[in-house]
């Protein structure tokens, strides 16, 4: 028997690599891009769907609104209305979809007075108690939303100047110096992410790695330990880039070597760095 199927000595079953090296084979690549200046950082993550989206921002520090809690950060959610209008379990005449939903998931705040539904391009902004609260939000088929995580309480005119903002396509850093990450999806599978500090954007980084690891295991991603800022921020400090292909990442029995491409070209190159995750340990090793 292969040291990759043998029994662990803790009595745990022995993993099924083989059918594992097929799982990563089906996966898509991982890529991550991380632009910097002077005042902000933008980071691009593909594939990164809504939800582990939401998940992300958990993960970065987003508690929502605690009130009387000092350095406390308020997330806002902004929504433009789906042309389709509200989905059938919203009885024709009561509360907008926005509404509705938002009640629902404990989101407080709302923003409707200057930017009501009715209007074409419309946005809303509402303040959530926290990222995973929205699931049920970005669940509906809105037209488009964006999120923002402010620094300190949030009042009814900065929820006004940040739907403007997203009415005019601009950063909501511009209409509110306050704001830590300006969350936009670029596609079903991607989003760019902007933040004014860099360990916010090497969190979400870490927690993409994170995502990527419980695909392979098939796990739920709180129950894969979070990497090292400082191993991330290394990683991402070679080009910006990380192109992580699954076909490179190699399961074992006690662990994941997950090779890394950084040399930050276009075109796909074989992996030239990698790190390792610890299945027993629960924990990740670099270089």
């Known amino acids: 028997m292969s040291a990759e199927n043998s029994v662990p000595s803790d009595g745990r079953p022995p993993r099924n690599t083989e059918a594992d090296a097929t799982l990563s084979r089906s996966l898509a690549p991982l890529r ?52 389709a209008g509200p989905p059938p379990d919203v009885p ?3 509360a907008s979809v926005a509404t509705r939903t938002i009640d629902r998931a404990g989101v407080t705040g709302r923003c409707g007075d200057a930017y009501p539904d009715s209007e074409p391009g419309a946005w809303r902004a509402v303040c959530a108690r926290g990222a995973r609260d929205l699931r049920s939000v970005l669940a509906l088929p809105w037209d488009a939303w964006r999120l923002a995580l402010v620094d300190g309480p949030v009042e009814s005119r900065d ?18 110096f306050r704001t830590r990450l300006d969350v936009r999806p670029t596609s079903g ?37 979070a990497p090292d800022p400082g191993l991330v921020a290394r990683l991402l400090d070679r080009s910006g880039r990380l192109r992580i292909r699954p076909i490179e990442s190699r399961i074992l029995s006690t662990s994941i070597d997950i090779g890394i491409d950084t040399t930050g ?23």
């Open 92 to 94: 024709p005449g009561q």
């Open 32 to 83: 991550v891009e991380l632009r910097e200046d002077a005042a902000a950082g933008v980071l691009q993550v593909e594939p990164l769907t809504a939800q582990d989206l939401l998940w992300t921002i958990d993960q970065a520090g987003a508690p929502g609104t605690h009130a009387g809690e000092p350095g406390a950060s308020t997330l806002v959610v902004l929504l433009r209305s789906a042309p």
């Open 159 to 176: 929820l006004h100047a940040l739907a403007r903002a997203a009415l005019l396509g601009a950063s909501c850093a511009d209409v509110e």
């Open 265 to 287: 070209t276009d075109e796909a190159r074989p992996a030239n760095d990698a790190v390792i995750y610890d299945l027993y340990g629960n924990s990740w090793h670099g270089d």
């Open 189 to 225: 599978r991607s989003a760019r992410v902007e933040g004014a500090r860099h360990a916010d954007l090497v969190t979400i980084c870490g927690a993409s790695l994170r995502l990527y690891v419980a695909a392979l295991l098939r796990r739920d991603p709180d129950l894969v330990a």
